[in-house]
């Protein structure tokens, strides 16, 4: 399609202008967008290899999805908790069923679902585990990224996400991520739970050594101490299982899962455990006006009908072999590193070459769309729906952009 007027730069202009510049878009105005692929306002066509940080797992607008929207759109969307409906019992059996847990508490953000964990931990930690009160502690991994509430942000270790944010709240003890003895020696009569990434996600897409979530979970069993994992972004078919606690068959206390549940469409965010621990919560001890309302509960059960169908997840296996093998061929042509699993990949550029900011504008003008992250490292997590043929587009273009800049 030809362009008939530059629409991008005062768009741009105009965002610039009104928004807080509490982020720093790449300059392309999002029009339209279908499976893996999103058009401008001036019809350019790009590949999308950031799926909204995995929150479009199932690509913009899946029929399914979409359909299911619709459907409830026409029905009704938005009771309040104060009411039951016809979504919410389905809703919450099936996330139950998919995550193996007896219960669900849904939310809306991602965050909201941590803030619950947190709250479901330290709670379960004076009524069950008796820690005295006001004493309980979680301990967390450096580097890690569950949000950007004040709590959550107290104990990030990355100083653009905390600082200038305190007082920050006490009550978390943070420990390197992948070391088993240093999370052995953090854990004390005070510890109520281990909140992890299962791969972190914002820190580059950091997988743990092989046999550290067995150890994780192993320690947690040992010592009275839940296992939470954070699979806001690497749960939900992404590393090509349904979580990525699966790789090592490790089960987790607590679940908390985010973004792609809502299928690109609404924030749904939920946590999941067993009785005895999501049991702790009474009547008015905790809630949200939108979670669980009836256009969440719906949409999410159609994501968690595509999950229960295996085929998202064999895709990210499948399609994200290719994505791993063409990316490994650039290791020493101007990448330094790859890591990740299924349709997930951090990838670091040679510091000498460029930025990862800098890589990610000259791909946005070879037609793909990715995320720098702290950096020379770029993030690849294209929607799920993919091609092998699409990967290929997207990496010989980031292979002409290491290629120009050496
Ligand atoms: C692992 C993880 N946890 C929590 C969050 C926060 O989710 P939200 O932005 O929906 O609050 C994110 C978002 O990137 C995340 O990656």
Known sequence: MTSVANLTAPAVQEAEQYTAHNYHPLPVVIAEAEGAW??????????????????LNFGHRHPALIAAAHEQLDRV?????????????????????????????PMNSGAEAVETAIKVSRKWGYKVK????????????????HGRTTTIVSFSTDPEARADYGPYTPGFVV????????????????????????????????????GYLPGVRRLCTERGVLFVADEIQSGLGRTG?????????VVPDMYVLGKALGGGIVPVSAVAANREILG???????GSTFGGNPLACAVARAVIGLLE??????????????????LAGLVGQGLTAVRGRGLWAGIDIDPALMTGREASVRLMARGVLAK?????????????????????????????VLRSAA
């Open 280 to 286: 702790v919560l009474r009547p008015g001890e905790h």
């Open 309 to 326: 169908t295996g085929e998202p997840q064999a895709r990210a296996r499948e399609v994200g072999a290719r994505l791993h093998e063409r």
């Open 130 to 145: 008796g820690v005295p009160d006001g004493r309980a502690t979680i301990i967390v991994a450096d580097g890690n990224f």
């Open 241 to 249: 299982a349904t979580f990525a606690c699966d790789d090592e068959q």
């Open 77 to 105: 969307t938005l009771t309040s908790r104060a009411f039951l409906h016809d979504q919410f019992g389905p809703f919450c059996r099936e996330l139950a069923r998919l995550a193996g847990k007896d219960l669900v508490l």
């Open 38 to 55: 999103v058009t401008d306002v001036d019809g350019r066509r790009y590949l999308d290899c950031l799926a909204g940080y995995s929150a």
């Open 175 to 210: 420990v390197p991520y992948g070391d088993l003895d240093a999370l052995a020696a953090a854990i004390d009569d005070t510890t109520v739970a281990v909140l992890l990434e299962p791969i972190q996600g914002e820190a580059g897409v950091l997988v743990p050594p092989r």
């Open 372 to 400: 720098d992250t702290h950096g020379s490292t770029l993030r690849l997590a294209p929607p799920l729906v993919v091609t092998a043929e699409e990967i290929d587009v997207a990496v010989d273009a980031l292979a002409e």
